[in-house]
Nanobody, 114 residues
Framework: QVRLLESGGDLVQPRGSLRLSCTAS???????????VNWYRQAPVQECDLVAS???????NYVDFVKGRFTISKNRAMNTSYLQMTNLNPEDTAVYYC?????WGQGTQVTVTS
């Protein structure tokens, strides 16, 4: 059974940076080479929003409010996707999830506050 595990969430000050990781386990296949990996976030009492995605061919896509600040990448050998976040602001506070097809991780909390 394939599982996704996010990590890297933390408490950070405004204009700070974080790198989130999403690692696939339970499979010998390179998930990152086969499927599109998506990063979502959900703030309190908000809907879950797509933040960024990276295709099997490494084509990337970002939602407007993170363009220029977030970078999505992947390491096929590690079966891991990364979300590098810079110039964070309090509006970025949310639980961040990665997903592949219909598989979701448990999320990692990012809190941006002074």
């Amino acid at each position: 059974q394939v599982r996704l595990l996010e990590s890297g969430g933390d408490l950070v000050q405004p204009r700070g940076s974080l790198r989130l990781s999403c690692t696939a386990s339970g499979t010998s296949r390179s998930i990152c080479s086969i499927y599109t990996v998506n990063w979502y976030r959900q703030a309190p009492v908000q809907e879950c929003d797509l933040v960024a995605s990276i295709s099997s061919l490494s084509s990337t896509n970002y939602v407007d409010f993170v363009k220029g600040r977030f970078t999505i990448s992947k390491n096929r050998a590690m079966n891991t996707s990364y979300l590098q976040m810079t110039n964070l602001n309090p509006e970025d506070t949310a639980v961040y999830y990665c997903s592949v097809e219909d598989i979701w991780g448990q999320g990692t909390q990012v809190t941006v506050t002074s």
